[in-house]
């Protein structure tokens, strides 16, 4: 492998390592802050957000940016320890040309996940694909080992490598900085914001002491006044959603046994109120760009489904389409049309409108940042990190419904 080519390998690795590992953090702080807000969620069409929390996002809880940067990584180390030559015999560029087959393919089906499933593109993405294809063609045409030769000589070539010490120490360490980034990055559902409905409903119950520190902490959480009047319920639970965001879906699927279970053993003392705070600034004048393309429709949708007694219907559809981030307005109003007769839903969302914006109005009084934002008898009911895990939920309705004098068993 020549001394030119070998530079412009060396040169997309590292591109792609930067956008690989900014796709990375930006997965990281997604995971870990409910609040933030993605620098490259610039539109509908261009949206990391969409895309990371995805489907196509993680393979297994582990974030496809992970494979990114150790892909990329891969590709700097062997073009960093490669010899420039003129010797035709060297694999090299081979070695490097099957992954980067392996890595075109990858790329492949990720932007046709992106731009046709999901019609959300991402320039950080954009960025590892243009990287992968440069990898492609350079090794490509430097190849000069077929790639059928590649397997028998593969044993014999990887103990040349790693003859010199100071090769096999980088090789050692790569894999060990990689593996560790893999053990210890937040898993897709291990954080209470995107937590996964399955996972969550699998929590673990705390022991007497956790239970302890939970309701001393909750007795000293400030209360607000919400203005809606519990009675005759005990427990008011006011829930701040954007219907087209996989987090509320997590909660709404992991808190539904929670009500259940309350009704059953105490019927009538929970009463659950649902407000609309769609993540999209064409209804939500809190929002400063637009986050979910279809929330202020479904916001909409929903309100119409009420009224015509299909609540519940409408929800379980909106929360079992498989792509509900890629739903688009056409969908959301084809569905009005077809499950509801609405023949004019422009008309009747504008009707609705002014009731979606009053209740993202309550939200931004009470500072809502980020969905879904619960309040249990006034209390906001969260943790750093974003909505309680399903057992510290039940606990907290528990803790109001005994300071009301209702016992549940």
């Known amino acids: 492998m020549s001394r030119g080519t070998r530079l412009l390998l060396l040169g997309f690795a590292l591109l792609g390592l930067a956008f690989a590992g900014s796709s990375a953090w930006v997965h990281y702080k997604l995971l870990t802050e409910p609040n933030y807000i993605s620098p490259c969620d610039i539109n509908a069409t261009f949206n990391c957000t969409q895309v990371y929390l995805s489907r196509f996002g993680s393979i297994a809880g582990v974030p496809v940016a992970l494979g990114g940067l150790f892909w990329f990584g891969l590709v700097a180390l062997i073009a960093a320890l490669s010899q420039p030559t003129a010797d035709k015999s060297s694999p090299v560029a081979s070695y490097v040309f099957a992954l980067a087959t392996v890595g075109l393919a990858a790329v492949l089906y990720l932007a046709y996940a992106s731009f046709f499933k999901l019609k959300t593109g991402c320039v950080l993405c954009i960025g590892t694909y243009v990287s992968v294809v440069g990898i492609f063609v350079v ?15 593969l044993i014999r070539d990887v103990r040349s490598a790693v003859a010199p010490p100071t090769t096999a120490l980088a090789i050692m360490l790569f894999f060990a900085a990689t ?3 893999v053990a210890f990055f937040p898993r ?5 914001h995107h937590q996964n409905p399955a996972q969550a409903a699998g929590t673990a119950v705390a022991d007497a ?3 302890k520190a939970f309701a001393a902490a909750w007795a000293q959480q400030p209360r607000v006044d919400l203005g809606i009047p519990a009675a005759p319920a005990k427990v008011l639970v006011v829930k701040f959603i954007d219907w087209q965001c996989p987090s509320c879906k997590a909660a709404h699927l992991t808190y539904q046994a929670v009500f259940e279970k309350f009704e059953k053993l105490a019927p ?3 009463r659950q109120v649902v407000k609309d705070y769609p993540l999209s600034n064409r209804c939500n004048f809190n929002i400063a760009r637009e986050l979910h393309q279809a929330a202020c429709e479904e916001a909409a949708f929903v309100r119409m489904a009420r009224d015509r007694g299909q609540y519940d219907e409408v929800v379980n559809w909106l929360f079992s389409v498989p792509d509900q981030q890629g ?21 009747e969302y504008a009707a609705k409108l002014p009731e979606i914006q009053r209740d993202v ?10 969905t879904p934002t619960y309040f249990v008898n006034g209390v906001r009911a969260e943790t750093p990190n974003g909505w309680l895990p399903a057992y510290y939920f039940e606990l907290a309705i528990r803790l109001e419904l005994e300071k009301a004098g209702v016992t549940v068993r």
């Open 268 to 270: 009538g003392t929970v």
């Open 327 to 347: 739903l688009t307005i056409d969908a959301v109003k084809a569905e009005a049309q077809k499950r509801l007769g609405v023949t004019d839903f422009e008309k």
């Open 139 to 153: 090794s490509g045409l430097a190849a000069s080992v077929s790639l059928m030769q590649l397997p028998s000589r």
């Open 361 to 370: 109005a309550d939200g931004g009084a009470l500072r809502v940042m980020s």
């Open 209 to 211: 002491d956790a239970e």
């Open 179 to 181: 593996g560790s980034l």
């Open 188 to 192: 897709e559902g291990a954080t209470a």
